[in-house]
């Protein structure tokens, strides 16, 4: 099998990883302050805050708090600032991970400014410049790498921007986290959101927010946390944010996940993914009828999405995963709003996107496939007639 959805959720995983969270298992669990049980290992969710907080750019990496994914860390993230939809900035590359809670959650009243992209997924920071002029934006929130077209933005750029004009700056780096230089601190982000499963090399179910110091952040879950007991209300502030029993498999595995990546290096991670792409989307414009989104892209995640003037996105997958065992992904890839700027349309893209695991072999029997199919669609088209 040639796996080729790891935007998605990468795989395989690294060998350590896997280890890592099978002898979670087979040990006593962490006591998180509630149990005098122990397995006489270091703890290790300050040691993976801290290997997060290396490969993120975040110094007060004890800052960062554990959460199912970027999903639930956006969450709470957009809820707990207690801004209104109205006052944020955002952009159509988003994903649904942002747009459905701006549009959803209770007490987020209005509509957010959506910034518009290029062809190629791109927003112009002097979109933002313009919009924060205005002066009614509290938040900016950005999605650093698009799913859809890898399309990379300037969050520097942004960052600074933010400041300038007193707002948070919300950074999404759920597609970039693990495979491309993050730098929180250096870029001002006021709150970041991550996932464990995918360029991190985590497990699934894995993931988790920060937000730095002089932010107020009200939690949207409350619940045990297995310290200080006795507190029911809080009312200073001093809120609680990893509620429940931790998943502390999962935490083991991703912990070993970041040591991985910081290992072998997110330099090395993204350049060999930029040629995988840069071999995928020169072979692909030597196929008639292919249309490729982001071609422009100077610098891209490792994503290429396109379609086909001969066969939808969906057939081409099945045809892909049933005739040849390649996994890619087809449709809108929970990012709605970028397709209407990038001309992908309704039925969204085929989109392959890579991890450090793919090889040039794999693109070229893509490449391969993907001749044979539209050739012999082609061939069948020219008999129907």
Known sequence: MIYLNNSATSYPKPESVIRAV?????????????????????????????????LLGIGKYERIYFT???TEGLNAIIAGLGIKAEEVITTVTEHNSVLRPLYNLPGIAGEPVLLPCDRDGLVSPELFEKEAAKGRARAVILNHCSNV????QDAAAIGEIARRYGMYFILDVS?????????????????????????????QGTGGFYFREGIALRPYKYGGTGYDSRRIIYDDEEYEYETGTQNGPGIAGLAAAALWVAETGTERIALKEQRLAERLTEGLASIRGIHIYGQGLAVRGPVVSFDSDKLPPADLAYILQNSYDIVTRAGLHC????????????????????????????????????????LQDMEDRHEDN
């Open 335 to 374: 990012a709605p709003l970028i397709h209407e700027y990038t001309g992908s349309g309704e039925k969204g893209t085929l989109r392959v996107s890579f991890s450090w695991f793919n090889t040039d072999e794999d693109v070229d029997e893509l490449i391969c496939a993907l001749k044979e199919i539209l």
């Open 68 to 70: 199912s994914g970027s």
């Open 22 to 54: 099978a002898r979670a298992m087979e040990k006593l669990p962490p006591g998180q302050y509630r149990s005098a049980a122990s397995s006489g290992d270091q703890d290790l969710l300050p040691v993976c805050r801290e290997r997060l907080g290396s």
């Open 149 to 152: 077209t890898g399309a990379v």
């Open 175 to 203: 597609q970039s986290a693990g495979c491309m230089e993050v730098k929180a601190d250096e870029w001002g982000v006021d709150a970041l959101a991550f996932t464990g499963h995918k360029s991190l090399m985590g497990p």
